[in-house]
C-alpha cells in the first residue's frame, strides 16, 4: 500500500484519546451491603454487563471514526492486481510527442505518426489521478491538463511544419518532472528519432529521472526530399537531398498566373533528378509580371518535403 501523504498518518495517534477518557472516567461506586436491597443485587449486574457491552462497542467505534479519518486523509493507493495503471506508484511524466515533418512518413501504407500518436495516447490513458502528466509537442508549449483534456489533443494534433530538437525536448522535461514530489519520475519519447534532430549533444538528466524512448522502426525509412528551388537565368534549379543511394524521381515544375487570373498552375517542365544532385527546368517564355511557380517532387514514403 502506497499512501500519498504519509505525513498524516501521525494522526493515529488520536485513536488512543477515546480510550484514554474511557479508563480516566472510569470510577468503581463504594459497595454498601443493604440487606432489604439484596435482592436487586443480580438485576443490578445484569444492567452493569450490559452497559460495559455499550461503554466498550462506544470505544471501538471512536476509535474505528478516528483511524478512518486519518487514513482517508493519508490517501491509500492499493495495487489492483486487474491492470498495471492501478498498480504504478504515484508518477510525474512528460509524454514528448514528435510531430514534426519527419514524423509524417508512410511506412506500409500507415504513417508513422498514427503510431507515435497512438503509443501517447496509451501512455495518457494509463496514467491515474494520483499522477501528474504533460504533453510536449514540437511547438514547445507544456501542455498541463487533465487526462481527458490531453487526450482531446491527442486527438486533434497532426504533423506541423515546426522541428523537434529531442536533446534540448529531453532536458526540459526532465527539469519539469524533477521537480514533482512524487515518487516517481519519467519522460516519455515518442519520436521517429530522425539522426538530425538528435542534436550533437547529449541531454543532462537529473539523477532518479528515467527517460524511455519508443523503440525505433526496424526498417529504415528511405526519403528524398527538395532541398532547394530558385528561378535563376531563365529556369528553376532545383536540388534534391535524401538518403544515399535513393533511386531518383521526376520533378515537375508548373507555373502560372494563379486561381485569380485566369487559371491555375500549368506544366512547364520536369527532369529527374537523384539525392545529392541537381537540374535546371528551362521556364518558357514569360510575359512580363507577377508569376506563381511550384516545383514538386514525385512522393515517396516522407511527403512533407516533396514540394516548393
Known sequence: ???????????????????????????DPPELDFPPLRYLTEAERRSARRLKLRHLLLLVLRTALIVTVVLAAARPLVPAPGGPARGHEPTAVVVVLDNSPSAGAV??????????RGAAAAAVSEATPADRVR???????????????????????????????????????????????????E????????????????AEVPPGVRVLALAPLPTAI???????????????????????????????????RGPGAGGG???????????????????????PGWWMGEAELEPDELRADDRR
Open 222 to 256: 528511405a526519403n528524398r526530399g527538395l532541398a532547394e528551388a530558385r528561378v535563376r537565368d531563365g529556369a528553376v534549379r532545383v536540388s534534391v537531398a535524401g538518403t544515399p543511394r535513393t533511386p531518383a524521381g521526376a520533378v515537375s515544375v508548373r507555373v502560372g
Open 135 to 185: 504533453l510536449l509537442l514540437a511547438d514547445g508549449v507544456m501542455r498541463t491538463a487533465s487526462r481527458a483534456a490531453l487526450l482531446e489533443v491527442l486527438d486533434s494534433v497532426t504533423v506541423g511544419h515546426q522541428r523537434l530538437e529531442l536533446s534540448r525536448a529531453v532536458e526540459r522535461a526532465a527539469r519539469v518532472v524533477n521537480a514533482e514530489p512524487l515518487p516517481a519520475r
Open 107 to 116: 511506412l506500409g501504407g500507415r504513417p508513422v505518426f498514427e503510431r507515435l
Open 187 to 202: 519522460v516519455q519519447v515518442l519520436s521517429d528519432l530522425q539522426r538530425t534532430a538528435l542534436g550533437d549533444l547529449p
Open 1 to 27: 500500500m502506497i499512501f500519498l501523504h504519509p505525513l498524516a498518518l501521525l494522526g493515529l495517534a488520536a485513536a488512543a484519546i477515546p480510550a484514554l477518557l474511557h479508563l480516566l472516567h472510569r470510577r
Open 265 to 287: 498552375l500549368r506544366p512547364a517542365g520536369r527532369a529527374l533528378v537523384a539525392p545529392g544532385q541537381g537540374a535546371a527546368i528551362s521556364l518558357p517564355g514569360l510575359s
